[in-house]
């Protein structure tokens, strides 16, 4: 670019006498003769007129001196200066979103216009004479000059040569040119990318800690002195130099470049010294007299001064019950997406998870049934937490829980099935196939939802009549009136196939009971709850069982016209319902409510669509004849609902106690009926037949059953709040596919060998029990566990509805009322006693838990043992006064007391650097984590973030009493987790009633800096 080099005085001498002809002498871009030499110009660069005599500076303005960019008509952002006879326009420095900019826009071009007398609007003397010479040129930018040439150099106070003498100190660096001002500070933050301030500790020999110094860092451009200032200034004063073993470190980025982008010519780092200073001897004690200093979110209600002065253990040694809530060792559970746990075991890995022992954890499920322990649980609002696995999801927090998202067990729903069969393509009804892919494993039966987390599958619909084996027959490849017989089809009853199956039981209760093969079995089924499937209709392909003997099926009997239609309405029921808590219902042949899939209200000729029972013309288009079971003659009604003898099959089952005298009681709920398959939309193909028999056999398998819903133990040791939802309800019967979409998108689907398929039954709903030590809050309605939905059959044959789950509610006092209770839960019968013979009263007691041997265990790389059979507490932040700036910590004692009530009395137990207390060894095991931060007066004391060490548990890993890892970081604050395990306890203090353990102090021994 053209940069002049023509440009002389400023031309500011006080003894010139006054011009008797005001004109411009010189200019910055070789003015000559009314124009420019240069026609190229920096976008940061000044404009400079140097006139005969002193300005005027009330003249100098874009009206007499013009600089406009040509596209726009614009002036650029920018200032005059006058110093005496000079004129100095200076463009504007703009800070923006996208960085620093001038106010000449790059690659423009800028008309420079200078109007000269006569004209009016002119630059004037000082005496008022009138500019007389005329400017007008045209330049162009390009480009950014570098103002102050080469490398920018860096400086700052104090320094090595002029150290700080206070604590309380800021640093001032000095750029020597205009720098790229937000590459050295986030406006935003406060914060610096490219300069660091690092407080250096290497006071212990064979030590160095480092800790970066929280502060805000300010910047400013001094455009008139070609500078750039930086502030820092700490959020707290600096420590002492600690006999010179303590020192600061600035770092400055070789990044860091001017506005021309030439890089520092002293990047690197400096030490700065730090002033002289006095070590103090302190402690912090923590005696549990109240509970200022407890941290709520994660810790176990009542036992931090439950007496004052003491920690408690919380163990009743009579019954080894305590408040629960587990080690916590998985960390906070906190997602911002979806989340799925796998109760058949899962792996949860330390670089995802805040895990206090920093390696990856195995929850196994092989063994027995895993337990998640966090230190506390939080599902934000948008986020649903699935499960997958056959055991009940089992969530311990050893703090808080607050649900604001969705936690779901539910059942499986039922896939919508086809439940439409046509033999073979060219044994049509008069017209061309219809455009659906009808194939073989539409003919198998629908497909159910399956059962997990403690609760049963549904049962499997019942398959098509149809020969499913080698089923093509050439010989039959003539289509003629009566030539389509039963032979195609399995007759006789002599399968269970084409029944709809049950459901599994609670708890996944086997269901082994069919109608032909295992009659004596079906009423086993249904007390454990499972929902009766649905008998085939007719039971032989072609066959009605009446009173008088086996009847061949015939269509449809219009009772207002006494004709026979050419189509028949044998359907099946649809599956009957699961039951739990309540009683499933059963399923239906008819709803005269209902529509049929392309939306003809039934109601609209019920002549036509109503199914016929009338002996007398031997009509038998639905099941009224027959029970499930008829062979064993126990008279269960086809389709039945599971209704579930809880007192005797699953004592104690209102506890949902995964570790009940009886056996695990922590179950889910029971899966819908299957429905059989049905003979809808057979047809009568002869017009001159007045007698109605089918001649052409249409079938429709049956819809699926609904799973029933999961099991979930959820035990919180701090406070509940649920604004969300906690479901574990049953899943939906299987939908007729041709009732997803009312009209159904293909008529002739339809018309032709109109379907006929029953729904399935829906799943009862689960179990959830509700464990919480502390507060409790629970919107309306927010704990579900309703029964599911029964399917949609094509014909008004729908699925009966699954029964009620269960919830048991475990809380600190016990003594909610039912209204109360059942203001959270829905339906409310779920938290009523009443179906154990204890009406009006509420499943409610207060809370004691326990954890068998093994469950929830943690075993680490090293082998140290983490009981799940824990509870456990942690601390807030412990900070000295504002006057001591650091910390060193030189010991610790956690002193414990405890009388087995054996005749021993109270004995102590201290656990110290001398002993230290160890993860599976000692009844107690602690860990304990230094940060460092200077909190403002009043506010909490919380350490500056990523400040924070990891945890240190003493007797895990490498880590022997602490104090090595105590030290190993620069620290001003501390806190603490003690965990009781309570297998350890209670082999320690027996089960003399009266006998207790507890935490009567902490204590922390440390020098610090003032």
Not at 210 to 239: C, H
Not at 752 to 774: E, R
Not at 843 to 867: C, K, P, Q, W, Y
Request: charged share 15%; with cysteine; proline share 6%.
């Amino acid at each position: 670019m053209g940069v002049p080099a023509c440009f002389g005085g400023g031309g500011n001498s006080s003894a010139n006498p006054a011009a008797a002809t005001f004109r411009l002498r010189r200019c910055s871009l070789g003015c000559n003769s009314g124009t420019c030499a240069v026609n190229e110009i920096a976008t940061n660069q000044e404009i400079k007129l140097s006139f005969n005599d002193k300005v005027d500076p009330a003249t100098v303005s874009f009206t007499t001196i013009s600089i406009v960019e040509r596209t726009t008509g614009s002036s650029p952002p920018g200032s005059f200066l006058v110093e005496g006879s000079q004129v100095i326009f200076r463009p504007a420095l703009l800070e923006t979103q996208s960085g620093i900019r001038f106010g000449f826009t790059d690659g423009a071009n800028y008309e420079i216009t200078m109007l000269a007398s006569p004209q009016t609007s002119v630059v004037r003397s000082r005496i008022g004479r009138p500019n007389t010479t005329a400017l007008s040129c045209v330049v162009q930018t390009n480009g950014v000059a570098d103002l102050v040439p080469g490398n920018p150099e860096v400086s700052f106070t104090p320094n090595q040569s002029q150290p700080p003498t206070q604590k309380n100190f800021s640093f001032e660096i000095i750029f020597n040119d205009l720098m790229q001002k937000f590459q050295l500070v986030d406006p935003d933050t406060g914060e610096s990318p490219t300069i660091g301030v690092t407080l250096v500790d290497e006071s212990i020999p064979g030590r160095v800690l480092e800790v970066a110094v929280s502060g805000t860092f300010e910047a400013s451009l001094d455009q008139d002195l070609l500078q750039t200032v930086v502030t820092f200034t700490p959020d707290a004063p600096f420590p002492g130099n600690k006999n010179g073993g303590r020192y600061l470190r600035l770092e400055f980025s070789p990044q860091i470049a001017d506005l021309a982008g030439n890089t520092l010519a002293n990047s690197g780092t400096f030490t700065v010294p730090l002033p002289d200073s006095v070590i103090v001897p302190g402690s912090f004690l923590e005696g549990f007299a109240d509970e200022s200093q407890l941290d709520p979110l994660t810790s176990v209600s009542g036992l931090w001064a439950g007496t004052a002065g003491s920690l408690d253990s919380g163990l009743d040694p009579t019954t080894g019950k305590h408040s629960g809530g587990g080690h916590g060792l998985l960390g906070p559970f906190a997602p911002t997406a979806d989340f799925t746990f796998d109760t058949d075991g899962m792996t949860f890995l330390a670089s995802e998870w805040d895990i206090f022992i920093q390696e990856d954890v195995v929850v196994d499920g092989s063994l027995q049934s895993p337990v998640f322990m966090f230190d506390q649980f939080n599902v934000p609002a948008g986020v649903t937490i699935h499960a997958t696995g056959a055991n009940p999801l089992r969530i311990a927090t050893r703090g808080e829980a607050v649900v604001n998202g969705v936690l779901d067990v539910s059942g499986e729903d039922a896939p919508n099935n086809f439940g439409k069969y046509f033999p073979i393509l060219w044994e049509l009804i008069d017209t061309i196939e219809s455009s659906l892919d009808v194939t073989r494993a539409n003919a198998e039966g629908g497909v159910p939802g399956m059962g997990a987390l403690g609760g049963g599958s549904g049962g499997t619909g019942g398959q098509a009549w149809y020969l499913l084996n080698n089923y093509f027959d050439s010989s039959k490849n003539t289509y003629t009136s009566g030539i389509p017989d039963p032979t195609r089809f399995r007759d006789g009853i002599n399968s269970d196939t084409v029944h709809g199956y049950n459901g599994e039981g609670i708890g996944g209760a086997v269901s082994s009971g069919r109608p032909l093969l295992s009659p004596d079995q079906m009423a086993v089924d249904r007390a454990n709850g499972g929902g009766m499937g649905s008998w085939a209709w007719p039971p032989s392909s072609n066959l009605v069982p009446a009173p008088t003997g086996n009847k061949v099926i015939q269509s449809h009997f219009n009772t207002v016209s006494g004709l026979y239609y050419k189509i028949a309405l044998h359907r099946s029921r649809g599956g009957g319902g699961g039951g739990f808590w309540s009683d499933g219902t059963a399923g239906g042949y008819y709803d005269s409510s209902g529509t049929d899939p392309l939306g003809v209200a039934f109601s609209s000729a019920p002549e036509i669509y109503d199914p016929v029972i009338d002996e007398s013309r031997d009509a038998w288009e639905y099941n009224s004849l027959l029970a499930w079971d008829e062979l064993d003659a126990q008279a269960i009604p086809d389709a039945a609902g599971g209704v579930a003898d809880l007192l005797t099959n699953f004592p104690g089952v209102e506890t949902l106690d995964p570790n009940h005298a009886n056996g695990n009681r922590l179950l889910g709920g029971a899966g819908g009926g299957g429905a059989g398959c049905g003979e809808h939309g057979s047809w009568d193909d002869d017009a001159l037949s007045t007698d109605g028999f089918i001649d052409t056999y249409r079938n429709g398998d049956g819809g699926g059953g609904g799973a029933g819903g999961g099991a979930l133990q959820f035990q919180v040791g701090g406070r509940l709040a649920v604004g969300g939802l906690i479901q574990a309800t049953g899943g939906h019967g299987a939908d007729s596919e041709f009732m997803s979409n009312v009209p159904h998108f293909d008529i002739n689907a339809i018309i032709y060998g109109t379907p006929g398929d029953a729904g399935g039954g829906g799943g009862s709903g689960g179990g959830i029990l509700i464990q919480v030590a502390g507060d409790m809050t629970v919107d309306p309605d927010a704990v579900d566990v309703q029964g599911g939905r029964g399917g949609i059959g094509s014909a008004g044959n729908h699925g009966g509805e699954g029964g009620s789950g269960l919830v048991r509610f475990e809380t600190a006092t016990g003594s909610e009322s039912l209204a109360t209770l059942q203001a959270m839960v829905v339906p409310d019968g779920a938290v009523d006693l009443a179906p154990i013979g204890q009406a009006g009263s509420a499943n409610v007691s207060a809370v004691a838990n326990a954890f068998m041997t093994g469950e929830g265990d943690i075993t680490a790389s090293d082998g140290s043992l983490f009981r799940g059979n824990s509870s456990g507490v942690r601390s807030l932040w412990y900070a000295p006064d504002a006057a001591i700036l650091l910390l060193t910590f030189e010991s610790y004692a956690i002193r414990c007391s405890y009388d087995a009530q054996d005749g021993n009395g109270v004995q102590s137990l201290v656990f110290d650097l001398s002993n230290p207390p160890d993860p599976g060894v000692t009844p107690i095991w602690v860990a304990f984590q230094t940060g460092f931060g200077n909190p403002a007066p009043g506010a909490p004391v919380e350490p500056d973030e990523g400040s924070e060490s990891e945890w240190i548990i003493p007797g895990f890993g490498t880590i022997t009493d602490g104090l090595v890892e105590l030290q190993a970081s620069l620290a001003r604050m501390v806190r603490f987790q003690i965990v009781f395990d309570h297998d350890l306890l209670a082999t320690l203090i027996g089960t003399n009633p009266g006998a207790y353990f507890q935490v009567d102090s902490v204590e922390f021994g440390w020098e610090g800096d003032s």
